[in-house]
């Protein structure tokens, strides 16, 4: 079995973004503290997370007292109050948070944020609108997954007449696309180590790797 990392959690903003993370967080076995400034939010959440508690993420005396310095990682999902959302996101790297994850409204916003040092920014509904529609764009494309700003990896079903039946060595993956071929499954069952002769068939899933431009060049092709 994985062994999964235990770390604590501070969740300030019981929204409806807010709410899911420390419902997320709970089901992961996660050690949470949820703050809100709404009495009603807090109580909904005391018989779940490890600590619920009343309080404003404006107030520096109260955010030093709930040591928020010292949590893994916080989580600011306070987003329609802009001017709380960049207090809190201040509040928490003035007190030495190392990871402070912050939910932005809009691009000014999260301007804002990555200027005065939060760790990591989402955007929730556009993000998941632009995986909805990169997926609806590309139904070949069964998982992708950006390793980071110049790696991808993609997952890609094949039914381009033109790939099926033909060897990795002779459609030439490497040298036209630059990108590695690091699984074939054929009927569910998986090769892990692709031969250079191994043939394609007809909806293979081929995971591949490479620089995103050559991935999605490659996925285009496939199709
Ligand atoms: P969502 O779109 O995820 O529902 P909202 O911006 O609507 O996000 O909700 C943010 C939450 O943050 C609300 O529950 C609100 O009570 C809370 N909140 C707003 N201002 C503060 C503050 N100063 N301190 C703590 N919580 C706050």
Known sequence: MVKQKHENYAVIGLGQFGSAICQSLVEAKQEVLAIDIDEEKVNEFTNIVTRAVIADAQDEDTMKELELGSFDHVFISIGQNIQASIMATLLTKELG???????????????????????????????????????????????????????????????????????????????????????????????????????????????????????????????
């Open 97 to 223: 948070a190392k990871d402070v994850i912050c939910k932005a409204e809009n691009e000014n916003h999260a301007r804002v944020l990555e200027k005065i040092g939060a760790d990591q920014i989402v955007r929730p509904e556009r993000d998941m609108a632009r995986r909805i529609v990169f997926h609806q764009l590309q139904p070949n494309i069964v998982n992708y997954l950006m390793l980071n700003d110049q790696v991808t990896m993609a997952e890609v079903k094949v039914d381009n007449p033109a790939f099926i039946g033909k060897s990795l060595n002779e459609l030439a993956v490497r040298n036209k696309y630059h990108i590695n071929i690091i699984a074939i499954k054929t009927d569910g069952k998986v090769n892990l180590s692709p031969d250079a002769n191994d043939k394609l068939k007809l909806n293979d899933l081929i995971s591949v790797v490479g620089y995103t431009t050559d991935v999605n060049q490659f996925n285009s092709d496939a199709q």
